[in-house]
């Protein structure tokens, strides 16, 4: 059974920094694409960054909004996804949640293209 377990959230000023950790247990990191995924109330949940193993180097995706700003990255184990968080807006508030699910050839982008995911972690920047 996959778990999925979010820490580093919390509260921050507009401008600082946050680094996300969620440990994955349960399945063969090698072979599985994770994401970070954030909601805000009343809104569905929408892509952050996605990486998924490649034969050299990891693919990844990031959300727009978020490019130059976030960096999404694995311990060698791939068993440890982070989320480096930087330059944070107050439109980044939101829960964080954290996803896998098995590579299929391509980087997925979409919340439905994941069946595994953590709890979430608040993050809450302050203007």
């Known amino acids: 059974q996959i778990r999925l377990v979010e820490s580093g959230g919390g509260s921050v000023e507009a401008g600082g920094s946050l680094r996300l950790s969620c440990a994955g247990t349960?399945?063969?990191?090698?072979?599985?694409?994770m994401g970070w995924f954030r909601q805000t109330p009343g809104k569905e949940r929408e892509a952050v960054a996605t990486?998924?193993?490649?034969?050299?180097?990891?693919?990844?995706y990031y959300a727009d909004s978020v490019k130059g700003r976030f960096i999404v990255s694995q311990d060698d184990a791939k068993s440890t996804l982070f989320l480096q968080m930087s330059s944070l807006k107050p439109e980044d508030t939101a829960m964080y949640y954290c996803?896998?699910?098995?590579?299929?050839?391509?980087?997925?982008?979409?919340?439905?293209?994941?069946?595994?995911w953590g709890q979430g972690t608040q993050v809450t920047v302050s203007s």
């Open positions: 990486i998924c193993p490649g034969a050299r180097s990891d693919s990844t």
């Open positions: 349960g399945y063969y990191g090698s072979r599985y694409c």
């Open positions: 996803a896998a699910d098995e590579y299929l050839g391509w980087v997925p982008r979409s919340p439905s293209d994941f069946i595994n």
